[in-house]
């Protein structure tokens, strides 16, 4: 898998294991700050904790990832690192 930068996100960035686990996988770089997003989607039922797991210790390096608040029912899991740079970020007026 093609890890992307900035959000441009087509089918380099995603892939589909055995059993039917999709995962996809974004950076955004900014000069002062940068995020890392994966998403994680089954047709059949929702990702389970350790399917998430195993991919996320290699896909989101040196920050947490937190999951983001999904919709009722939804089959797709999505979870973000934030990291920030506060010396090189503009001063506040």
């Keep these: 898998m093609k890890l992307p930068v900035n959000r441009r ?3 380099r960035h995603h892939s589909t294991t055995a059993d039917g686990l999709s995962v996809w996988f974004t950076i955004q ?3 002062h700050s940068r995020i890392q997003e994966a998403i994680f989607e089954r047709a059949d039922r929702m990702p389970t904790d350790d399917e998430c797991n195993r991919w996320l210790r290699f896909l989101i ?3 947490g990832a ?3 608040p999904g919709l009722p029912g939804a089959m797709t899991r999505r979870f973000e ?3 920030r740079n506060p010396e090189r970020e503009a001063p506040l007026a």
């Design 29 to 31: 770089v900014s000069p």
């Design 66 to 68: 937190t999951e983001a």
């Design 61 to 63: 390096v040196g920050a």
């Design 9 to 11: 996100v087509d089918e």
């Design 81 to 83: 690192a934030f990291e």
